[in-house]
Nanobody, 129 residues
Framework: QAHFVESGGSSVQQGGSLRLSCEAR????????IAWFRQAPGKEREGVSC????????YDADSVKGRLTISRDNAKNTVYLQLNRLTAGVTDFYSC??????????????????????WGQGTQVTVSS
Protein backbone atom coordinates (compact mmCIF):
# COMPACT_ATOMS: atom_id res chain seq x y z
CA GLN A 1 0.00 0.00 0.00
CA ALA A 2 1.33 3.42 -0.93
CA HIS A 3 2.28 5.61 2.00
CA PHE A 4 5.03 7.80 3.43
CA VAL A 5 7.26 7.22 6.42
CA GLU A 6 8.40 10.40 8.16
CA SER A 7 11.41 10.68 10.43
CA GLY A 8 13.63 13.26 12.04
CA GLY A 9 11.21 14.71 14.56
CA SER A 10 12.66 15.50 17.95
CA SER A 11 12.64 17.83 20.94
CA VAL A 12 14.75 20.92 20.38
CA GLN A 13 15.31 24.26 22.00
CA GLN A 14 13.95 27.54 20.74
CA GLY A 15 15.93 28.83 17.81
CA GLY A 16 17.17 25.37 16.91
CA SER A 17 16.98 23.49 13.65
CA LEU A 18 15.79 20.09 12.46
CA ARG A 19 15.74 18.24 9.18
CA LEU A 20 12.72 16.04 8.59
CA SER A 21 12.69 13.25 6.03
CA CYS A 22 9.79 11.56 4.34
CA GLU A 23 10.33 8.39 2.36
CA ALA A 24 7.76 7.12 -0.10
CA ARG A 25 6.92 3.43 0.27
CA UNK A 26 4.97 1.29 -2.17
CA UNK A 27 5.10 3.86 -4.98
CA UNK A 28 7.49 6.24 -6.70
CA UNK A 29 6.93 9.89 -5.99
CA UNK A 30 8.85 11.34 -8.94
CA UNK A 31 5.69 12.30 -10.86
CA UNK A 32 3.77 13.80 -7.98
CA UNK A 33 3.73 17.15 -6.30
CA ILE A 34 4.59 16.78 -2.60
CA ALA A 35 3.68 18.92 0.38
CA TRP A 36 4.45 19.05 4.07
CA PHE A 37 1.71 19.68 6.59
CA ARG A 38 1.74 20.29 10.32
CA GLN A 39 -0.87 19.85 13.00
CA ALA A 40 -0.84 21.06 16.58
CA PRO A 41 -2.98 19.29 19.21
CA GLY A 42 -6.60 20.36 18.88
CA LYS A 43 -6.00 22.33 15.70
CA GLU A 44 -6.61 21.80 12.01
CA ARG A 45 -3.88 20.39 9.83
CA GLU A 46 -2.28 23.15 7.77
CA GLY A 47 -0.05 23.05 4.73
CA VAL A 48 3.33 24.67 5.25
CA SER A 49 5.36 23.95 2.13
CA CYS A 50 4.93 22.32 -1.27
CA UNK A 51 7.28 21.39 -4.08
CA UNK A 52 6.75 20.79 -7.77
CA UNK A 53 7.33 17.48 -9.52
CA UNK A 54 10.75 18.54 -10.77
CA UNK A 55 11.71 20.21 -7.52
CA UNK A 56 12.35 23.48 -9.34
CA UNK A 57 9.43 25.33 -7.77
CA UNK A 58 8.46 25.59 -4.11
CA TYR A 59 5.89 27.53 -2.15
CA ASP A 60 5.73 28.21 1.58
CA ALA A 61 2.88 29.39 3.77
CA ASP A 62 3.23 32.99 4.95
CA SER A 63 3.47 31.84 8.56
CA VAL A 64 6.71 29.95 7.90
CA LYS A 65 8.37 31.90 5.10
CA GLY A 66 12.07 32.20 5.62
CA ARG A 67 12.19 29.44 8.25
CA LEU A 68 11.41 26.28 6.27
CA THR A 69 13.01 24.80 3.18
CA ILE A 70 11.46 21.92 1.27
CA SER A 71 13.48 19.77 -1.10
CA ARG A 72 13.21 16.41 -2.80
CA ASP A 73 15.48 13.66 -4.03
CA ASN A 74 13.53 11.61 -6.54
CA ALA A 75 16.34 9.07 -6.85
CA LYS A 76 15.94 8.31 -3.14
CA ASN A 77 12.16 8.58 -3.24
CA THR A 78 12.43 11.03 -0.37
CA VAL A 79 11.36 14.57 0.39
CA TYR A 80 12.90 16.74 3.10
CA LEU A 81 11.90 19.70 5.24
CA GLN A 82 14.56 21.83 6.88
CA LEU A 83 13.18 23.69 9.90
CA ASN A 84 15.16 26.69 11.19
CA ARG A 85 14.69 29.20 14.02
CA LEU A 86 12.02 27.10 15.67
CA THR A 87 9.59 28.84 18.02
CA ALA A 88 9.30 27.77 21.66
CA GLY A 89 6.10 26.35 23.10
CA VAL A 90 5.22 24.42 19.99
CA THR A 91 4.38 20.76 19.56
CA ASP A 92 3.49 19.89 16.01
CA PHE A 93 3.12 16.71 14.03
CA TYR A 94 4.64 17.08 10.60
CA SER A 95 3.50 14.82 7.81
CA CYS A 96 4.02 14.76 4.08
CA UNK A 97 1.62 13.91 1.31
CA UNK A 98 1.55 13.31 -2.43
CA UNK A 99 -0.89 14.72 -4.96
CA UNK A 100 -2.32 12.87 -7.94
CA UNK A 101 0.00 11.45 -10.56
CA UNK A 102 1.29 14.25 -12.81
CA UNK A 103 -1.26 16.73 -11.50
CA UNK A 104 0.08 20.25 -11.72
CA UNK A 105 -1.32 22.17 -8.77
CA UNK A 106 -1.29 25.95 -8.98
CA UNK A 107 0.29 27.83 -6.11
CA UNK A 108 -3.15 28.87 -4.89
CA UNK A 109 -4.06 25.25 -4.11
CA UNK A 110 -0.80 23.46 -3.46
CA UNK A 111 -1.18 23.73 0.33
CA UNK A 112 -4.75 22.47 0.43
CA UNK A 113 -4.91 19.08 2.14
CA UNK A 114 -7.85 17.95 -0.01
CA UNK A 115 -5.53 17.96 -3.01
CA UNK A 116 -3.38 15.18 -1.52
CA UNK A 117 -4.10 11.48 -1.50
CA UNK A 118 -1.12 9.58 -0.12
CA TRP A 119 -0.10 10.39 3.44
CA GLY A 120 2.30 9.39 6.17
CA GLN A 121 1.71 9.05 9.92
CA GLY A 122 3.78 12.05 10.87
CA THR A 123 6.73 12.85 13.06
CA GLN A 124 6.59 15.02 16.19
CA VAL A 125 8.51 18.22 16.71
CA THR A 126 8.56 19.79 20.17
CA VAL A 127 10.26 23.11 20.83
CA SER A 128 11.16 24.15 24.36
CA SER A 129 12.35 27.49 25.70
Amino acid sequence: QAHFVESGGSSVQQGGSLRLSCEARGFTMDNRRIAWFRQAPGKEREGVSCISISGGSTYDADSVKGRLTISRDNAKNTVYLQLNRLTAGVTDFYSCAAAKYREALPVATCLMKLKYYIWGQGTQVTVSS
